[in-house]
C-alpha cells in the first residue's frame, strides 16, 4: 500500500508541476494564468507532505511530512480564495476583512510554528496496518482552529460558486457547477479522511482532480455551446432566414427567422426542404453557390425573395455543408417598381411618358412582322386659352380626362402616353383601329370639374406606318403634321398624314435654310408690275418678290411665301424687298421718273420689327419722298390688333405714306371696318372681280363698293384685269387705278423700264 500511494502520489505532484509550468506560460495571454499557476503549485505541498507521511517510518520525519501538509492546505486554501476571486470575477469589497483573513491565516502559521514546543495543534501515535508502521495524526485545539479556518474559506468559496452558478445564464451554469460539485466531492472525501483516522489523505486525489479542473476550465475551456447560442442568437436576430444544410444535404439548423418562414418547430429541421419546396417550388438544394428570386403570392399581398445557396468550406477541398439564405426585398423590389414606375409614366397622368412612349412603341412594332400600326397624334385645341382662361387647374384636369379617355378607347395590343404638354400619342394596330371611333370619342367633349364647363377639341393627325423601320418618332411627326393641316377647324377633328404633306414639309425646311445666301446672292429679286390710270398711262409699279433659285429656277412667291409667313422668315424677305423698292426709287428719282412703287406687307412683320421705323429708315437713307411708297396692307392685319394697327396705318399716312387695302373682298372684309380704317386707297380682289362677270349681283356690289369709296374720298384700284372688258366696265364704273395681265405681267425692274418708256 506503501508504494503504491507513494507512486499515485509523485506522478501527482509531476503532473502538477506541469500543469504549473504551463499555466505560468499562459500567464501572458491570460490574466487569470498568474492564479491558476499559484493554486495547481499550491497542491504540491500538501501532496509533498502526504508523500512523505506514506514514505516514512520515522516519527519525525513524519511530523515534518504534516507540517508541509497542513502548512501547503493553507497555502492551497489561501490560493483557492485568490483564484476563485480571479475566475468569478469579484473583488475584495471591504480592505478590511481582507487583512482579518490574512491575519487569521498568519495565526495559523505562528500556532504551527509553536507546535513542537508546546504540543496545542497535534501530535502523532505509530499505527500499524498490515506489518507497516505509519504515524497517525492525533489533533487538538490548533488543529481545530486549523480545520474551522480551512473549512470555513473553503465553505465560503463553495457559496461562491454555488451562486455563480445559479446566477448565471444556461450556457454559462457549466464552467461553475463542475467545479462546485468537484469541490463538494473533495471537501466530503477530506471530511472522511479527517474522520477515518487513516494516515493516507486519499482525498488528495480528489483535489488534484479539482486542480486539473480548475487549470481546464479556466485556461483551455472554450465554452462551445456558449459560441453556438451566441451565433444562434445573433443570427436569428438577422432579417434573414438561414438554413444550414450538413453534408448529405440534411437541413441541421435554421434561424428564427428560417423557422418562422417555413413554419417549421425548433426540432424539426429536417423538414424545412419539403416545406421550402412547398412554398417557393422546386429549389435546387443539391447545388451550391446560386441565386434566385422568387414571389410569394397571398390573397392579401404578393412578397418579393431572394434566395442564395453557398457552401461552407471546411478544408482546401472539403466543405463542411452548405448554407440557404432567404431574404424578403419586397420593400427594395417595390420602391425599385416605383422608381421605374416615376421614371416611366407621366405625374399628372399615369400615362408613358414621351420617351418611354416612344421606346414602348418601338418595341411593339418590332415585336411582330405581320401586324400593321397606326399612329395617332392628338393635340388639345387652344390649351393655352383653356390654360389662360380657366386656370392651371383646370388644365390640368382636362388633361386627366383626356388622359382616361385615351386609357378607355385603346383597343388591345395598343400602346400609348403623353408627348408634351397638351399632346398624346398612340400606336394602334390597324385591324382595332376605326377612325370614326376615335373621332366621336375624342374629338370633342365636355370637360367639367364641378365649376367650370368646357367643351374640349381634340385634333387628332393619323399616321398609316407603311415601314416599321423609320425613325418612330418621325412617325409621330408626320401624325403631328396631319393635324397641323386642321388648324382652326371647328368640324373636322381628324386628319390623315399624306406624302404630299410630308414633301411640304421637307420643302419648307430646304428653302428656309437657303434664304440667307439667296438674299445675299441677289437670288431674290423685285418684279414689278405696272399699275395704270384711266387713260392707260403707268404711273407706278407694285414690287412682287421673285426668286431665281440656281438648282429650282424660277420660283413663284406662292411657293415660298407661305412658308416664310409661317416661320416668320418673311421679315427678312419683306426688308430686302423694301430696300430694294427704295434703291429704285432713289434711281428714278434722278432720272426724274414720275412713278410710284407699291410693297407688301405681311401681317406676320408686325410680330417682329416696328414696321413704320424701319420703313422709314430705308426711305431716310436713300432720300426718298414717303408719297413714292405705298404700303400695302391686307385687311386681315386689322383683325388681330385693331386698335394698334389702326395706330400704325395713322401713323404711316401722317409720313406721308400712300396706304392701300390689299385683296378687300377675299375675305374678312367688313364694311364697319371700312369707315374707321385710315386708308387712301383700296384694291380690289380679282377673284371678287371675275365672279362679277357672270353675275350681275356681284358687279352691282362691286358698282357700289366703288361709289362708296368715292363719296368716302377712297381712290379704288382693280387688281388682276384680264380682259379689255373688264377694264372698260370697271372704268365706267368709277374705278381710277388698274393692274393685271391685260396691261403687263410683273417683270424684271429693266424690262419695266423698257416698258414704261414705250408707252410713253
Ligand atoms: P398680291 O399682293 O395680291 O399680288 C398680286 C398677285 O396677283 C401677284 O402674284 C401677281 O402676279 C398676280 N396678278 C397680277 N395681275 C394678275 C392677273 O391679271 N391675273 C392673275 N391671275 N394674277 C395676276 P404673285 O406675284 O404670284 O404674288 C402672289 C402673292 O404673294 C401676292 O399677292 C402677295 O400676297 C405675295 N407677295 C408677293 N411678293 C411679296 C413680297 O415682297 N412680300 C410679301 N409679304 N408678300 C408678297
Ligand atoms: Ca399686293
Ligand atoms: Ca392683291
Known amino acids: 500500500m506503501r508504494v503504491e500511494y507513494a507512486i499515485i502520489f509523485s506522478i501527482l505532484c509531476i503532473i502538477l508541476t506541469v500543469c504549473t509550468i504551463t499555466a505560468m506560460q499562459q500567464r501572458r495571454s491570460k490574466a487569470i494564468g498568474g492564479a491558476v499557476a499559484f493554486f495547481v503549485c499550491s497542491l504540491l505541498p500538501p501532496v509533498t507532505g502526504n508523500l512523505i507521511i506514506v514514505c516514512t517510518q520515522n516519527r519525525y520525519v513524519a511530523e515534518v511530512g504534516y507540517y508541509v501538509y497542513f502548512l501547503g492546505m493553507d497555502v492551497m486554501v489561501y490560493s483557492l480564495l485568490r483564484l476563485t476571486f480571479s475566475y468569478c470575477r469579484i473583488s475584495w469589497h471591504n480592505k478590511t476583512v481582507k487583512y482579518i483573513v490574512y491575519s487569521l491565516f498568519a495565526i495559523d502559521v505562528l500556532q504551527y510554528a509553536l507546535n513542537p514546543y508546546l504540543r496545542q495543534a497535534f501530535d502523532t501515535e505509530p499505527l500499524i496496518v498490515e506489518n507497516e508502521t505509519y504515524y497517525k495524526l492525533v489533533p487538538f485545539t490548533g488543529q481545530l482552529y486549523h480545520r474551522i479556518l480551512d473549512y470555513g474559506v473553503f465553505f465560503f468559496v463553495l457559496g461562491v460558486f454555488f451562486i455563480k452558478m445559479i446566477r448565471s445564464i444556461r450556457i454559462n451554469r457549466e464552467r461553475y457547477s463542475v467545479i462546485f460539485l468537484s469541490l463538494v466531492v473533495g471537501g466530503v472525501w477530506e471530511t472522511f479522511y479527517i474522520f477515518s483516522g487513516t494516515p493516507i489523505d486519499r482525498s488528495m486525489i480528489g483535489f488534484v482532480v479539482i486542480g486539473l479542473l480548475v487549470y481546464y476550465f479556466a485556461l483551455f475551456y472554450r465554452p462551445m455551446r456558449l459560441l453556438d447560442s451566441m451565433l444562434a442568437n445573433m443570427t436569428s436576430e438577422l432579417p434573414e432566414a438561414l438554413y444550414f444544410f450538413d453534408n448529405n444535404g440534411l437541413c441541421i439548423w435554421a434561424n428564427r427567422p428560417g423557422t418562422e418562414l417555413a413554419a417549421i418547430s425548433e426540432e424539426d429541421y429536417s423538414k424545412a426542404e419539403v416545406k421550402l419546396t412547398e412554398l417557393f417550388g422546386e429549389l435546387d438544394l443539391e447545388k451550391n453557390e446560386w441565386t434566385s428570386n422568387k414571389t410569394l403570392k ?25 448554407f440557404l439564405s432567404i431574404r424578403d426585398n419586397t420593400e427594395e423590389h417595390l420602391t425599385l417598381q416605383k ?73 388591345e395590343g395598343c400602346v400609348y402616353g403623353r408627348m408634351v404638354g397638351d399632346t398624346f400619342g398612340m400606336c394602334i394596330p390597324a385591324d382595332s383601329f376605326d377612325d370614326a371611333e376615335i373621332e366621336s370619342a375624342l374629338g370633342h367633349f365636355k370637360v367639367s370639374d364641378g365649376k367650370v364647363d368646357h367643351t374640349v377639341l381634340i385634333h387628332i393627325g393619323i399616321y398609316f406606318i407603311p415601314d416599321k423601320t423609320i425613325d418612330v418618332s418621325l412617325m409621330f411627326d408626320r401624325a403631328r403634321m396631319a393635324v397641323n393641316t386642321i388648324k382652326n377647324d371647328y368640324q373636322i377633328f381628324l386628319s390623315y398624314y399624306d406624302e404630299a404633306m410630308r414633301n411640304q414639309v421637307l420643302w419648307d425646311q430646304h428653302i428656309s435654310s437657303q434664304l440667307s445666301e439667296a438674299i445675299e446672292e441677289r437670288q431674290i429679286v423685285p418684279y414689278l408690275q405696272p399699275i395704270v390710270n384711266t387713260d392707260g398711262k403707268p404711273v407706278g409699279a407694285e414690287a412682287l418678290v421673285r426668286w431665281i433659285h440656281p438648282q429650282l429656277g424660277f420660283l413663284s412667291p406662292a411657293k415660298f411665301v407661305p412658308v416664310f409667313e409661317k416661320n416668320g422668315m418673311i421679315a427678312e424677305v419683306d426688308r430686302y424687298m423694301w430696300r430694294s423698292a427704295c434703291e429704285i426709287l432713289a434711281k428714278w428719282k434722278e432720272e426724274g421718273k414720275d412713278l410710284f412703287i407699291s410693297i407688301n406687307i405681311s401681317p406676320k412683320d408686325f410680330y417682329f420689327m416696328d414696321v413704320v421705323s424701319v420703313i422709314k429708315n430705308y426711305t431716310d437713307k436713300y432720300g426718298v419722298d414717303h408719297s413714292r411708297l405705298r404700303i400695302e396692307i391686307t385687311e386681315s392685319v386689322m383683325i388681330d390688333d385693331n386698335r394698334y394697327r389702326m395706330k400704325i396705318l395713322n401713323e404711316f399716312r401722317e409720313s406721308g405714306f400712300i396706304v392701300e387695302i390689299d385683296d378687300f373682298g377675299s375675305g374678312y372684309s367688313s364694311l364697319n371696318m371700312l369707315k374707321d380704317m385710315p386708308v387712301d386707297i383700296i384694291k380690289i380682289d380679282m377673284g371678287f372681280l371675275n365672279q362679277s362677270q357672270e353675275n350681275d349681283r356681284a358687279a352691282k356690289i362691286l358698282h357700289n363698293i366703288i361709289n362708296m369709296n368715292s363719296d368716302l374720298g377712297i381712290i379704288s384700284l382693280t387688281e388682276g384685269v384680264e380682259t379689255v372688258e373688264q377694264y372698260r366696265m370697271l372704268s365706267d364704273m368709277g374705278c381710277r387705278l388698274f393692274q393685271g395681265y391685260h396691261f403687263a405681267k410683273p417683270m424684271p425692274v429693266e424690262e419695266f423700264e423698257g416698258w414704261v418708256a414705250n408707252s410713253n
Open 339 to 411: 422608381e421605374m414606375h416615376n421614371a416611366t409614366h407621366d405625374s399628372l397622368t399615369d400615362l408613358y411618358t414621351k420617351d418611354y412612349f416612344l421606346k414602348k412603341t418601338e418595341e411593339l412594332l418590332k415585336s411582330d412582322n405581320d401586324t400593321h400600326y397606326v399612329a395617332v397624334y392628338a393635340n388639345v385645341n387652344n390649351f393655352k386659352l383653356i390654360n389662360d382662361i380657366f386656370g392651371t387647374a383646370f388644365g390640368d384636369h382636362c388633361l386627366k380626362v383626356i388622359a382616361d379617355k385615351i386609357r378607355e378607347i385603346a383597343p
Open 298 to 322: 397571398t390573397d392579401e399581398e404578393t412578397r418579393y425573395y431572394v434566395i442564395e445557396k453557398h457552401a461552407i468550406p471546411y478544408s482546401d477541398k472539403k466543405d463542411a455543408g452548405s
